[in-house]
């Protein structure tokens, strides 16, 4: 799919799946930070979190393109190049989370020892 400005794989239209992991809230997760599908809006957890479930969508939706989806950060990743893309076009609002839920969270799911659970 082609998106705004010629860009594969952006449909700046679709607004994001939710305010947190789709799958961690789902299952009863929890996450470190948060990737948005710039094509289909899912929004899923990243790598350093014990789902990984935003690349877990890419594998199974072959969408490559997500962006950050934490308060002020605007950076795409392109898993299929394994790229940075400092910026893009404008996505949907909301551009992140709520300002409100901490990182990691959600502040109830999150464990005590969460920093030795995370991915590296």
Known sequence: MTGIDGIEGI???VPPTGPGCADCDEAGGWWFHLRRCAQCGHVG???????????????????PLVQSFEPGEEWFWNY???AMIESGPELKPPGGHPSDQPSPGPADRVPQD???????
């Open 80 to 82: 299929a190049t394994d």
């Open 114 to 120: 969460w920093a030795n659970q995370l991915r590296r």
């Open 11 to 13: 449909d700046p239209s």
């Open 45 to 63: 957890c990243c790598d350093s979190s014990p789902g990984q479930h935003a690349t877990a969508h890419w594998k199974s939706s072959g969408h």
